[in-house]
C-alpha cells in the first residue's frame, strides 16, 4: 500500500467512524447540549478533564465557551481542569497523579455543576477519582468515551450521560470526540443565542 492509499484508508476509516457515531450518538448529544444548557441558565458552570490527546479536546471546548465558538457572544463559564501546570505538578508532586483533577473538583465544583470528562479508553486512575469526586459533590458528568474497554462506565450514575465513540481506534475516537465537543458548542450557542 502506497503512501496514498494509506492516506485514503485513514480518511475512510475516520469516515466510516463518524457516520456510525451520529447515527447512534445524536440524540445523546442533543440532550448532553441540554444539559449544559439547563446549568448554564441556572448559574452552574462546567469543569472538563481528560488525559493526553483528549486534553485537547477539553481546552477546544474551554477556549470555545469562554471566548467564541463561530460568533460574538458573552462568555460562558467552562473550566478546562487541564491547563494549570503549577498547579497539576503541585497536586501530582505533593500527594500522586490521580488527584489531579478530582482536588480541584473538590474545591471548584458546586452541586448542578457538571464535568465533561473525556477519554479515549485507556484507563486513568485520575479520572475514577475525579469521577466519584464529583458525585460526592453532586455534580453530573458527562463522558466522552470509546469501545475500548475503559472503567468509566461503570462509574456513571443515572443521572450522568455517556457518549461511547463505536471504535476501538484511539485516533478515531479522539476525532469524534472533537467533532461532538463542536457539535456541543454549536447547539449551546443555538439554544442560549439563537
Do not use: W
Not at 35 to 53: E, H, P, S, T
Not at 138 to 156: E, H, Q, R, W
Amino acid at each position: 500500500m502506497n503512501l496514498q492509499d494509506k492516506i485514503s484508508q485513514h480518511f475512510a476509516d475516520s469516515i466510516k467512524t463518524q457516520q456510525d457515531s451520529v447515527q447512534g450518538l445524536s440524540e445523546l448529544i442533543s440532550y448532553a447540549s441540554q444539559r449544559i444548557v439547563f446549568a448554564l441558565l441556572n448559574d452552574k458552570k462546567i469543569l472538563a478533564c481528560g488525559n493526553g490527546r483528549s486534553a485537547t479536546a477539553v481546552q477546544l471546548l474551554s477556549s470555545a465557551m469562554l471566548n467564541q465558538y463561530e460568533r460574538e457572544r458573552p462568555a460562558l463559564p467552562v473550566m478546562a481542569l487541564t491547563t494549570d501546570q503549577a498547579t497539576l505538578t503541585a497536586i501530582a508532586s505533593d500527594y500522586h497523579f490521580d488527584e489531579v483533577y478530582a482536588k480541584q473538583v473538590r474545591a471548584l465544583g458546586q452541586s448542578g455543576d457538571i464535568l465533561v470528562v473525556i477519554s479515549d479508553g485507556y484507563h486513568c486512575a485520575n479520572l475514577v477519582k475525579v469521577i466519584n469526586a464529583a458525585h460526592d459533590k453532586d455534580i453530573s458528568v458527562l463522558a466522552l468515551t470509546g469501545n475500548k474497554g475503559d472503567m468509566i462506565s461503570p462509574l456513571l450514575s443515572e443521572t450522568d450521560i455517556e457518549i461511547c465513540v463505536p471504535s476501538q481506534s484511539a485516533i478515531h475516537i479522539h476525532e469524534v470526540h472533537v467533532l461532538i465537543v463542536h457539535c456541543l458548542c454549536h447547539l449551546i450557542d443555538q439554544q442560549l443565542f439563537g
